[in-house]
């Protein structure tokens, strides 16, 4: 207490020395205190100019969020939700925190109230010292077919986005650093109007592999498939995929397009989901061992999915204007793909019930435990593979 009130004291000694003289005096005397005392010289400037007093307070106007009280709980369900930028965090709060009190810690009621009310752009704030990035790429495994390629259209027209069904397709490789050998790949498929995403995996991108995993998702899928657009990969345009789609009835058949070659953005909808939906999960690793491909499947088509689609909101693309030589676009709110099919007028009641009745037994938190123990079984294999001593 005796030094704080002395150095009180040297201040206003200073203080006064330092408007009583010119510009070489307040220079001399800055020099002093600096070189005495170990002082910064603009803070020195800027406490005799009067802009800092009151023991220190912080300027601007006084905080609404309590960082030692909000944080945490935002640190928590930002890393669980995998990093959610603030506009989707903003959206998936109020889904998430109920299941915050059951699973981690039963929250203060005023500290919710604050949570419910916070902004993207304070989210952001408080998220920027806990914030990662990563900044690796992995390999495009995307090799031309040219079997049928005149035979199936590029998509010029647009489709109707309004109702679900009309889905976008790709594969990932899993190779690690190199494409030579035999390898899992992930396939996804995302819905264009309800953003709802299903994976799956396949050892070496075959078409009859292909084909049995479309099957699988089509017949899980909460809407009917009715158009099918994808890149120039070999692993689509083949006989097996082209006739799966058209030796339907007619009125059942799927509309089977593809994009222009080399231009990644005609299927800007899954392309997006090659980090969010493959790498975020599995990396960059090597898989190349058979038996990781039903256990891939098993996390992809249950928890994953489950996850996803219940509980990580998507942001869709409403509008999208030519300013001079910048784009400006406008976005929805951001809506879960379980959200988007429950507005859908498109989907049967039926399913809709179906969708709810699931959502209810379904916990985030558990749905995360869950998935990295699955993970933690899938990376022993990887292990196993890099190092062949390594014993299960």
């Not at 944080?71 to 903003?90: A, E, G, R």
């Not at 005023?110 to 790429?137: F, Q, Y």
């Not at 859908?344 to 709810?356: A, G, Y």
Request: proline share 5%; charged share 30%; with cysteine.
């Amino acid at each position: 207490m005796d030094q704080r009130r002395k150095e009180m004291e040297n201040f206003r000694v200073w203080s006064y020395r330092y408007h009583h003289s010119n510009r070489a005096g307040k220079s001399k005397l800055l020099d002093e205190v600096v070189d005495l005392y170990g002082y910064n010289r603009k803070y020195m400037i800027q406490r005799f100019s009067g802009l800092i007093y009151r023991n220190h307070e912080r300027r601007g106007p006084k905080r609404k969020y309590d960082p030692q009280k909000v944080l945490p709980v935002l640190k928590n369900i930002w890393l669980t939700s995998d990093q959610l930028c603030s506009k989707k965090l903003k959206a998936a709060l109020p889904e998430w925190l109920p299941y915050y009190d059951q699973s981690v810690d039963v929250l203060d009621p005023a500290v919710k109230r604050m949570l419910l009310k916070i902004s993207p752009a304070t989210i952001d704030r408080l998220l920027k010292p806990v914030k990662a990035k990563c900044k690796r790429h992995g390999l495009s495994g995307t090799r031309p077919g040219y079997l049928l390629k005149n035979q199936i259209p590029i998509k010029t027209d647009h489709w109707d986005v309004t109702r679900p069904g009309f889905v976008e397709a790709d594969t990932v490789a899993h190779c690690g650093n190199s494409l030579a050998g035999e390898f899992a790949w992930s396939l996804t498929l995302t819905d264009i109007h309800s953003c709802w995403t299903e994976n799956r995996a396949i050892w070496n991108k075959g078409s009859k592999g292909v084909v049995e995993q479309i099957q699988d998702i089509e017949s899980k899928a909460p809407f009917e498939l009715l158009g099918f657009d994808c890149d120039n990969g070999s692993e689509f345009l083949n006989h097996h995929v082209m006739r799966y789609f058209t030796d339907r009835p007619k009125e059942k058949r799927i509309q089977f397009t593809r994009s222009r070659p080399y231009h990644k953005n005609d299927n800007a909808h899954v392309e997006q989901k090659n980090w969010t939906h493959v790498r975020h999960l599995f990396g960059y690793d090597r898989f190349d061992d058979p038996r990781l491909v039903p256990l891939m499947n098993d996390l992809y088509s249950n928890e994953w999915s489950d996850y996803q689609n219940h509980f990580i909101p998507v942001l869709k693309l409403v509008e999208k204007t030519k300013v001079n030589s910048k784009y400006k676009k406008k976005y929805d709110k951001p809506k879960t793909p379980y959200q988007r099919i429950l507005l859908s007028d498109f989907v049967d009641q039926e399913i809709k019930d179906k969708l709810i009745a699931k959502h209810t037994t379904l916990n985030p938190y558990a749905l995360k435990k869950a998935m990295n123990e699955k993970l933690k079984e899938i990376f022993k294999y990887v292990s196993l593979n890099k190092n062949p001593r390594t014993k299960i």
